[in-house]
């Protein structure tokens, strides 16, 4: 005994399965996609900061607390001189050339002039009638030999164009006794250490 299958029945019967399957297939990933855009709903970005009273954002936790103040720039970086400061001290040649009068006057004009004309500065001065001390700034790269001598050679020449009674006796062109006496620093110095070194300078010269 023979059985005939009519052909378009057993085709129809496929393509119900194909498509119930289909369905069943579309229905299960449109479930997931449904839970889980509502598990994700109320999340927020990554970039972002969710909702609430008591959130902040990243950028106001990071400033800097209004109390403790940025250090300003004179505070952070450190302030370098350029001058250094010397006490400076000459001596009339002659025990006798004494700086008093109107030649203190014309002195402290004149030492004013000297520091301007080669860039120092002039601090203090003190002239009496056995010396003249200074003090100074003048550039790192200074040679206190050199404005030692240039200072030496401008009033040297002042004094005896202006007072010719000390060129008289002095034949030598220089007014001040031999030797320099720089310190470092910014304080005059004491007269009782200036006293030492004028005793010390007419040893020297013979005269005492």
Request: proline fraction near 8%.
């Amino acid at each position: 005994m023979k059985i005939a299958v009519c052909p378009c029945t057993a085709g129809d019967d496929l393509d119900k399965l194909f498509r119930m399957n289909e369905n069943k297939s579309t229905s299960v990933e449109t479930d997931e996609i449904k839970r889980e855009q509502a598990e994700g709903r109320g999340l927020p970005g990554m970039w972002e900061t969710g909702a609430g009273p008591g959130v902040k954002r990243e950028e106001e936790r990071l400033s800097p607390d209004p109390g403790l103040g940025a250090p300003s720039p004179a505070e952070s970086i450190p302030q370098i001189s350029s001058e250094m400061s010397f006490a400076c001290i000459l001596i009339p040649r002659f025990s006798d050339h004494y700086l008093a009068g109107d030649i203190v006057e014309r002195l402290t004009e004149w030492m004013k002039q000297v520091c301007v004309s080669y860039g120092w500065r002039l601090e203090a001065l003190s002239i009496r009638p056995g010396y003249m001390q200074w003090v100074m700034r003048v550039p790192l790269n200074a040679n206190p030999a050199q404005f030692m001598r240039l200072t030496r050679r401008h009033t040297s020449g002042k004094i005896f164009e202006e007072f010719p009674r000390f060129r008289r006796e002095n034949v030598s062109g220089e007014f001040w006794a031999p030797g320099n006496f720089v310190f470092p620093g910014d304080q005059l110095q004491a007269p009782e250490t200036i006293n030492t070194m004028i005793l010390q300078t007419r040893r020297g010269q013979g005269l005492v």
